[in-house]
């Protein structure tokens, strides 16, 4: 019975304990071995709601809260007051529920709860400030920062941190003092994850000042103020990054370069997407140099650039034994470069090509491929256009032209493969005809033939984005 009412909501719950005075019992006692509760409070409910839910969980230790209603302090001292316990908090937020704690009411929760591993919390735009000091915090998220006027984060044994920031050009966060503190002070830092229109070299040069030596995932994105310069420090600060995303950044092709030379053995997911920089050779590169390669994503990265004709170029005329320098007027308009990517790769299991409109050839040998994203890839060829993975699950085609989508399915679903049986045959030794193959010879090829189908047949080609 208990292992039934175990899978029931809070709501589902207390109707169940109305029944009679054994499910009552057979209730609490659900109640009281509950160590993670998961709950969305409506915009009707009241705090009182959600201190009488948690207040029957005595052992509760992972409570997540979907809130539709606002969130203040009122429910930061509920949660304290009835989860002594607790080690995993998380709130999220619903389309109209707004994030009122500022900075202390933050602080003092954290520093109260002593037996607290991980928090994660939307919508942290009123904070004004962060002043956290934990010994037992390892895992912080938090979403929506906008305007810290301090950032001060003193957790020795965390492991992992996300901070996102609003996307708003007035944030005045002073980023390159958050960067160096968190290195100085989190020396245990295994996942870094930063997010900040305002993300330049200088962050990225204070970060890695400082001693992390078990940094295994780097991703500082939507930076435009990263280069090639910071790409230079992250290499010779971290040497056993895992996984690096610097999509939105300003690194170029030889930016690629040092991240191939620096991580060769150790990294398997590269994200660059929204990188305007970077062209297909890079990338191209980093699939040859990065064999332990899994994952890349290089989604709006190859757009389509326009250049002048060849007939724009200035020309020379000679006038009274002088050289006289004339610009030919455009007759012609711009004409867009595209580029060919071609990959051959033992081990990636996903390629994210999304919005590569100046891609016009795909040449894809990847066996292990599985996951292929090319929604809007508005300018690739259908006969410019090869994979070679046997092995794919998924294919990504929204936004893409008839014609391509029709190649992708004549590739990996063989849909247009010609119905007829044609009978094999066999030469004579002495070549004096043809006679039919006798099946027991065939029936290993058939059997292979059809393990095949049966495999490429597992791939979906989705065309809704």
Known sequence: MAEVLRRLSPKELMGAAAVCRGWRECVRRVWRSAEELRVRVSPRSQIGFVGSVLHKCAALARLTLRMESDVDATLLACVAFSCPSLEAFEISLGDNAVNRLTGDELCRFVSDKRSLSMIK??????????NLSSSSLSTIWLSDLYCLSKSVINCPNLKEISLDFARQENDSTDLVIMMDSLGRTCPRLRNIHIASIRLCNEAVIALTSANLRGLRMLSLVLGSGITDASVAAIVSSFASLEFLDLSGSSIS?????????????????????????ITSSGIQFATAQLPLLQLIDCGMSICVVNSQSAEDKSHTSEEHGEVKWCQKLST?????????????????????????????????NCPELNDLNLNSCTNLHPERLLLQCSDLKNVYASGCQDM???AIRNQVLNEFASPENHLPCKRLADGSKRVQ???????????DEKCKRAKRSQCVVHLDG
């Open 253 to 277: 092709d030889s930016g690629i370069g040092m991240i191939c030379n620096g991580f060769p053995q150790t990294l398997s997911r590269l994200l660059l997407a929204l990188c305007p920089n």
């Open 121 to 130: 919390l939307e919508g942290c735009t009123n904070l004004g400030f962060l």
């Open 404 to 406: 391509l989508i029709g």
């Open 332 to 364: 012609m308009r711009p004409q867009p470069i595209y580029q060919k990517l071609i990959i051959k790769h033992a081990h990636l299991k996903k390629l994210s090509l999304w919005g590569c409109s100046g891609l016009d050839a795909l040449y894809l």
């Open 437 to 447: 193959v006798p099946h027991f010879l065939l029936q290993q090829q058939a059997d």
